[in-house]
């Protein structure tokens, strides 16, 4: 072996080995085969975002979990030898587990057991950047593991970086954890009043001026958007979960000032206890004058997806704001042929081919909800100039509240424009 293929091996012995997960889903009476996939697709993204690797997905057919193991007896022993088989590091419930049942899996499987609640919350503590948004998510974790600590959650400051943690030591130990976390939950909630006042302070100087916030589910392309709008580098991946923290510019289109925010994306099963732990990014949402609710066209559950989003919108107290819906990664989607068109294409393909129909579904949402939606692409600028119409009427009509007596035509220097960015 060559001095150089030595070298090489030597770093692929030293390599972090990413880890392996199963995901658990329990499939309700009636619950259609697709839907839950949809489901297990999603919390593998969730997984693969936090780092780890699905190997294999685990369903049962149950009306309501086993309040032991939150799967039945026969299927918990179908996990438990694929687990020790295979070398499988973690099992990944689609839903939250009470303190019980994650003991009782702990102790039964013998690795770590994640639930939807603690998964999305170790992704938020990777992405959190602010110290605001680190505080309140490192809060939610502790006070969300205190009631579940187990010998396999021992050590929580080797944590911190997600996957790969390791064993325990005792009961003992465990208590010990207990006293320590209870130490750190107190020092946090104090930490975070100082936090939140200095934020009270910053949003009080934002007077006057039309604030806009970016929603929609996680994933569905807003800090893309984000990035296209002020013409700034905002981190924009495919994973869950990219933004965190609120991310606030400021833009300037045909003479008026706003504040534009990125927002967290929302996702299905959040569960409510979760919300406050990026609560600074929804206080962006419930002060905000208008909300631009972007929606992944390409997703064949985008409408899953929207009502999604406006019952967390409901459940935050901000479902009453005025909304610019936009239908984004259009680049993606296969509108309707036209009647000539539909003559030259086979059955088969009809049938293999997802076929949406732009002016339908324009006229839908404007007939249920009064919204005119906007159709583009992100990604490839496509429809800039239609979105930029349609957010300046929007923002007029918010600017106009503010300042009765605006006139349009009005010359004001405001700063930065739309072509400058910020």
Do not use: C
């Not at 936090?195 to 100087?205: A, C, D, M, P, S």
């Not at 509108?335 to 049938?351: A, G």
């Not at 106009?400 to 006139?407: D, N």
């Amino acid at each position: 072996m060559s001095k150089f293929s030595r070298k090489l091996q030597k770093l692929h012995d030293t390599a972090p080995r990413q880890e392996t997960a199963v995901l658990v889903s329990l499939v309700r009476q009636h619950q259609p085969d697709q839907e839950v996939e949809e489901h297990l697709d999603e919390l593998a993204f969730l997984a693969e975002t936090l780092g780890a690797k699905t190997v294999y997905r685990f369903k049962q057919k149950m009306d309501k979990p086993d309040i032991r193991t939150f799967v039945g007896k026969g299927k918990l022993e179908e996990i438990q030898t694929y687990v020790e088989h295979f070398g499988v590091d973690m099992v990944i419930f689609d839903d939250d587990l009470s303190p019980s049942q994650m003991r009782n899996l702990e102790n039964e499987i013998k690795v770590k057991i994640y639930d939807r609640s603690l998964l999305i919350l170790d992704i938020f503590l990777q992405r959190a950047q602010s110290a605001q948004a680190k505080t309140q998510v490192e809060l939610a974790r502790f006070q969300y593991l205190l009631p579940r600590l187990t010998r396999m959650w021992t050590h929580l400051e080797r944590q911190r970086g997600g996957t790969g943690t390791r064993g325990g030591s005792g009961e003992k130990e465990i208590e010990t954890d207990k006293r320590d976390i209870r130490t750190k939950i107190s020092l946090l909630k104090d930490k975070l009043i100082e936090i939140e006042k200095q934020g009270i302070t910053q949003r009080k100087g934002r007077k006057g001026i039309v604030r806009v916030a970016l929603v929609g589910y996680t994933n569905v392309g807003k800090s893309t958007l984000m990035n296209l709008i002020t013409k700034t580098d905002i981190l924009a991946e495919n994973k869950l979960f990219a933004t965190v923290d609120a991310t606030v510019r400021k833009v300037v289109l045909e003479n008026i000032p706003f504040l534009l925010s990125d927002t967290v994306g929302f996702i299905r099963k959040l569960p409510t206890h979760l919300i406050e732990s990026f609560k600074s990014t929804l206080d962006e949402i419930r002060e905000a004058d208008l909300l631009v609710h972007v929606v992944d066209l390409s997703h064949h559950a985008f409408e899953d997806h929207i009502e999604v989003v406006t019952q967390t919108l409901q459940e935050i107290k901000a479902g009453d704001k005025p909304i610019l819906l936009v239908f984004n990664k259009v680049d993606l989607v296969e509108q309707m042929p036209s009647e000539e068109e539909l003559l030259q294409i086979s059955e088969h393909e009809l049938q293999e081919t997802r076929y949406l129909d732009f002016k339908a579904l324009s006229e839908a949402f404007e007939k249920k909800n009064g919204i005119t939606p906007v159709f583009m692409a992100a990604s490839l600028a496509e429809n800039v100039e239609g979105f930029r119409e349609a957010l300046v009427q929007e923002v007029k009509k918010q600017h106009r509240k503010l300042y009765p007596h605006y006139l349009e035509d009005q010359v004001v220097d405001w700063g930065n424009s739309w072509e400058e960015g910020q």
